[in-house]
């Protein structure tokens, strides 16, 4: 067994590899960019490297640097984690020649394998039944325009090296195209060094099923059976599961069995997921092998009780795989939810910053359920533009699918971030929609369940009493510090504009108009704490709580709404107050992110239609597109290629 490993990665997954290192005695080396330096996983290593400025390809991308932290520290092998060069099969061969060991897949595997391109090429030799499409180099947008046309619309543009939802495009014509494929391949070139694109028939309301394989180098290989990962949102993936509610056990198996020849044909030697595209009738195709370990594992070891990353060590080091087929077994459920920096409510767009505060749920058994949190960052870090956006992986396990999805959403309640936006009331609102809770998914889910955007959700009969019974709480609490002889016993309680009259007394919250009362016990809050645990009626619940310019915002999942707690007078002269009307920016074009501008595409004075490009952005490795959303002529512009801008800044500005 290795003595020390070097981790060739950052964030989570650099700290999930360490803990497990831990649990097996192996000393750590972490190499680190300079936006990496004051790091989680540069202070739980045992050892750090510098290799160089915040950009991956200066710094994670560069094999000479990784190679030379390597050579300093004595570090017996390395674990490349998931993206940068996890899959560069150039990379293992180097280390192959001198004398490091890999800790994934045998250079002839990756090769095979983990090209998107050769894996379709090596897959239609197999016999092995591929989505249409074209396996070939393409040389420009023209040769994509042709391709495109010749599979027909829709077709799905992708990085040849690709991975994380980089590099992905969906075309559904010609101006797509022409407009995806040069910014496909500035992702790809960003991202992963390698320009090359591939182009495939894309198949609509698909479902997007994944095996998980494991070989060692004793010719043994065995399946931990399968992850649904459909919940997706611009090909990137947002919440899995294990298993899938659409498998049965004839599909599962025959799924499993594919996956296991596949990997068997390569001589396929560690942690590897062969993907599928499945129809919703459960018939399949082979998508692509991802030829390392997964950011989704978490769920596989959920329920089936394997480290992974364990395994992969020692695979590496020579073991056999300690168990057969017929020894795994699934157990129970599991779902994972990626935490994102990034606004759901301004259309997911990247939110980078600073968390001032960061308070995730307690892991561990929580009655008859599990949480796991993955995480890479604690309070006080920066996420950077330079990286992957993911906070955090919020997984949780429990007997059954239902069970899973309820304690999820339940963990999601508890997890606290403040300082940039973040994806958590989408997520609890996901849990929360009776299609997913019946399991009737698909890629195109999102796009579905949300066409105009996510601003949030409805708030349920017991939301609405959860956020009044929080509200006059809180301002009981308040009310009782400064000016105690201001309480009483009735209320006019305001919620996003609607009156209700409340009656509180200890422990008591009764709804007048309504003829409900409703017992309220507080089991955590105090007067500057930005969440609020209590019982209604029995039920456990957590709030996101924050004091507003008068009276508070409470929100419940993805439920929000501005409280009022105001004696009848008061009320009755708030009614009075004219509403305040916000600013125009009708007229301007903002910066919807913090980024880089690639390119303003406007001059002054120029007159521009709607839906013409007007500026180009990039945030956490991804290029986004600004449309003009009216006509006009161009007054004045407020950035240049090159400028870093913060969000609501202004790019363009019409006459």
Wanted: proline residues 5%.
């Amino acid at each position: 067994m290795f003595d020390k490993i070097l981790i060739a990665n950052r964030g989570e997954i650099a700290v999930r590899i360490i803990k497990t290192c831990r649990r097996m005695g192996i000393a750590t080396v972490v190499v680190y960019s300079e936006a990496d330096a004051d790091s989680m996983a540069v202070e739980m290593a045992d050892e750090a490297v510098f290799i160089g400025p915040p950009p991956a390809s200066e710094s994670y991308l560069v094999a000479d640097k990784i190679v030379d932290a390597v050579r300093k520290t004595g570090a017996q092998a390395i674990h490349p984690g998931f993206g940068f060069l996890s899959e560069n099969a150039g990379f293992a061969r180097r280390l192959e020649k001198e004398g490091i060991v890999f800790i994934g897949p045998n250079p002839k595997a990756i090769e095979a394998m983990g090209d998107k391109i050769e894996s379709k090429k090596f897959a239609a030799k197999a016999g092995v039944s591929t989505v249409p499409g074209h396996v070939g180099e393409i040389d420009d947008t023209a040769h994509a325009i042709r391709i495109s046309e010749e599979i027909g619309y829709p077709v799905m543009i992708k990085a040849s090296a690709g991975g994380g939802g980089k590099g992905i495009r969906v075309a559904w014509n010609r101006k797509d195209v022409e407009e995806g494929f040069p910014a496909v391949r500035a992702e790809a070139k960003a991202s992963f060094g390698d320009d090359r694109i591939f182009i495939e028939k894309f198949i609509e309301s698909p479902r997007h099923v994944e095996i998980q394989v494991l070989g060692d180098k004793h010719g043994n290989i065995v399946h931990l059976f399968e992850r649904e990962c459909s919940i997706q949102r611009r090909n990137q993936k947002v919440i899995e599961e294990a298993p899938s509610p659409l498998l049965d056990k004839k599909t599962r198996d025959a799924m499993g069995e594919q996956a296991v020849a596949l990997a068997r044909a390569v001589a396929y030697d560690s942690a590897g997921t062969v993907e599928f595209v499945a129809g919703q009738d459960r018939s399949f195709f082979f998508l692509e092998m991802n030829t390392r370990l997964q950011v989704e594992h978490p769920v596989t070891e959920l329920i089936t009780s394997v480290d992974l990353v364990e395994q992969m060590i020692r695979v590496a080091a020579g073991e056999e795989l300690p168990f057969r087929q017929k020894d795994l077994k699934i157990n129970g459920w599991a779902i994972e939810s990626r935490i994102y920096a990034e606004d759901p409510y301004r259309g997911f767009l990247p939110s980078i910053g600073r968390l001032a505060r960061y308070s995730p749920p307690q892991e561990g058994q929580v009655g008859e359920a599990v949480v796991r949190n993955d995480a890479g960052v604690r309070e006080g870090d920066e996420i950077s533009m330079f990286y992957d956006p993911m906070i955090s992986k919020l997984s949780t396990w429990a007997p059954t699918r239902e069970a899973a999805v309820d304690a999820m959403g339940r963990a999601l309640e508890d997890f606290h971030i403040e300082g940039l936006g973040q994806n958590i009331p989408f997520l609890a609102a996901v849990m929360d929609q009776e299609r997913f809770r019946s399991g009737k998914l698909s890629t195109n889910y999102i796009k579905d369940e949300f066409p105009e955007g996510f601003q949030g959700t409805e708030a349920t009969q017991f939301q609405r009493d959860v956020m009044a019974a929080v509200g006059c709480a809180m301002h009981r609490t308040y009310t009782q510090r400064a000016a105690p002889e201001l309480l009483r016993r009735d209320w006019i309680v305001v919620e996003n504009g609607e009156k209700r009259h409340v009656r509180v007394e200890e422990g008591v919250v009764e709804f007048l108009d309504e003829g409900r009362t409703l017992r309220m016990a507080v089991t955590d809050w105090r007067p500057g704490k930005p969440t609020f645990q209590g019982v209604l009626d029995g039920v456990p619940f957590t709030c996101q709580v924050r004091p507003a310019a008068e009276g508070f915002v409470v929100r419940h999942r993805a439920a929000q709404a501005h409280v009022l707690v105001l004696s009848p007078r008061s009320a009755e002269l708030h009614e009075k107050l004219p509403p305040k009307k916000a600013a125009d920016t009708s007229k301007m074009v903002l910066s919807p992110m913090p980024g880089l501008v690639v390119s303003i595409d406007v001059t002054a004075g120029q007159e521009v239609k709607t839906g013409e490009v007007v500026a180009v952005l990039e945030a956490m490795k991804m290029q986004n597109i600004i449309r003009a959303e009216r006509d006009g002529v161009v007054k004045a512009v407020g950035a240049k290629a090159g400028d870093s801008v913060a969000a609501d800044e202004v790019l363009v500005e019409f006459g």
